[in-house]
């Protein structure tokens, strides 16, 4: 998704740091050195003496530059009547009315305009004023800059407008001064072609791939950032509800997808669609991806289809630590989709308003390690019913998280920084699923193509109270799998080795005896 750019560092626009430098500015100038350390008193000494005031330092820096960026007004109109040049730019383009903007401050803002500063000077960047002002979230410079006349639709960094800043940085009073004044709600960004990976699977034939980023209006911006005061600025102003970026991914789907619920949710009672798909999947399945049940039930309360497959995994950003889509995920129901992230409140909303408990998902796709080294095939998990997603088969394990803290801690990179997973939390909702998935008629005996069922699953996890009701409820405790181990040789192996609870999986080939497994 496309992104903000902003903040100049008005120091390193207007100081000069090297000593031998600012030294000999301070002989040249010494009423510029003046505003610059902000001593008034001698600004005010030297202006008495008569000193030129269109003096400035090397970079182009005048004293009226340092009394707006002081934000000093008296001394901005002792330096105004002695004839100080309002429109003087530095190096960078910076005027002294930029710096008012960049501090917010509407009075200093009002003074310069009033003395002649042009509304719609720009950085060398192409910044406007405007922008600089809308970053800020200052509405009454805003305002001011546009009774001047700044051009509301000017833009710049890629093609973004000074509405587009303002949102993004969820400045709601900005927003709606710049909409009073004209500011087009179906303006859009810049387009660009961005190379992204489509997935963590090294060896598949379309591992990178070109993809189109940018092509945001305002709306989309708000949606990407949670900005649901303009968002509602935004539709009331004419902005179309169903506004998709080139990507395909529609202001409800970026909503979802961003873990923004409360504007997914207004969207849709201002009539978006919910079956949005243009990226290959819906605003749903971004909601069960991070596990919103709110908005999966708006979504369905909107007539979202419970039944629709992915259709295509979210390409990976370079070091990602957010939700996306796998590639195993691919064909996939909400249903299963929600039973594979163990969310079981979800799993029965879907179920409620219509959703198939018994479609069966086909997990490919191709192995992530580049330290393969056998044959590099395509993966082929074979039938995985919602029952054994629940359990912890069906393609690559999800993240485990509730809410983007979690995220983000237990998805990092460095291992040091993640968070263990709370097994007891997960065990619950393990249990949860697969007794609904039990009574709305799931075969607990499915066997995916490594003859795993989803007995071996739970025993493999440690889960007992799940290994005990699924026994209860007709698994067959003695299937083995193509490698020709049961669950309590599954149990077995998993209490050797280095998990995190080895105790609990002992307990468990304790239980699986006391259930009568054969040896």
Not at 363 to 390: C, H, K, N, Q
Not at 485 to 499: H, K
Request: proline fraction near 5%.
């Amino acid at each position: 998704m496309p992104v903000i750019s902003f903040r100049y560092g008005l120091v390193a626009c207007l100081i000069l740091t090297v000593t031998s430098v600012a030294e000999f500015i301070a002989a040249e100038s010494p009423l510029v050195d003046a505003a610059r350390q902000g001593e008034w008193e001698r600004v005010t000494v030297l202006l008495d003496e008569g000193v030129d005031v269109t003096l400035s330092q090397g970079d182009g820096s005048t004293a009226l530059h340092w009394a707006a960026y002081w934000n000093e007004d008296d001394s901005a109109a002792r330096l105004l009547r002695a004839g100080a040049d309002v429109n003087a730019t530095t190096d960078l383009g910076v005027t002294a009315l930029w710096s008012a903007c960049e501090n917010g401050s509407a009075e200093m803002a009002r003074r310069l305009l009033a003395a002649g500063a042009d509304p719609n000077a720009k950085l060398l960047s192409g910044e406007s004023l405007l922008m600089t002002a809308a970053r800020s979230g200052s509405a009454g410079v805003v305002r001011q800059l546009l009774v001047a006349g700044a051009d509301v639709e000017v833009s710049a960094a890629r093609g973004q407008t000074a509405l587009m800043w303002a949102v993004a940085q969820q400045h709601a009073d900005v927003v709606e001064a710049l909409l009073a004044h004209g500011a087009n709600v179906e303006s859009r960004s810049d387009v660009w072609t961005e190379v992204v990976k489509t997935s963590p699977d090294p060896w598949s034939p379309e591992y990178v791939m070109e993809r189109q980023q940018g092509g945001y209006t305002p709306l989309l911006f708000a949606a990407r950032v949670g900005d649901l005061a303009s968002a509602e600025l935004l539709v009331e102003a004419g902005a179309n509800v169903d506004d998709t970026a080139p990507y395909g991914t529609s202001a409800t789907v970026v909503a979802a997808h961003s873990g923004h619920g409360d504007v997914a949710t207004f969207l849709l009672e201002q009539g978006a669609d919910p079956d949005t798909a243009g990226a290959g999947y819906t605003a749903l399945h971004a909601a069960i991806l991070h596990k919103d049940a709110g908005l999966v039930r708006a979504l369905l309360a909107n007539g979202a289809d419970p039944n629709y497959p992915v259709e295509r995994a979210t390409p990976i950003r370079r070091d990602a630590i957010d939700f996306y889509i796998d590639p195993s995920y691919v064909g996939s129901t909400p249903f299963w989709l929600a039973a594979r992230f163990g969310v079981p409140e979800i799993m029965y909303q879907l179920a409620e308003l219509g959703a198939n408990p018994l479609a069966m998902h086909h997990p490919t796709y191709w192995p992530g390690s580049l330290g393969v080294t056998e044959d590099r095939r395509i993966i082929e998990e074979g039938p995985t019913t919602a029952l054994m997603a629940a359990a912890g088969l069906g393609g690559r394990p999800p993240l485990v998280a509730v809410d983007r803290l979690d995220r983000i801690a237990e998805s990092a990179p460095v291992r040091s920084t993640r968070r263990e997973p709370n097994t007891v939390e997960q065990e619950r909702a393990t249990l949860r699923a697969a007794t609904l998935a039990v009574e709305l008629g799931i075969d607990v005996n499915v066997a995916n193509a490594d003859g795993d069922t989803a007995l071996h699953a739970v025993a493999r996890r440690g889960y007992n109270s799940v290994v005990e009701y699924l026994v209860a409820h007709g698994a067959q405790i003695d299937v083995k799998n193509r490698a020709g181990l049961t669950a309590l040789d599954v149990a077995r192996s998993a209490s050797g080795r280095d998990q995190n609870n080895p105790v609990a999986q002992q307990s468990t080939v304790d239980l699986l005896r006391r259930l009568g497994a054969s040896e």
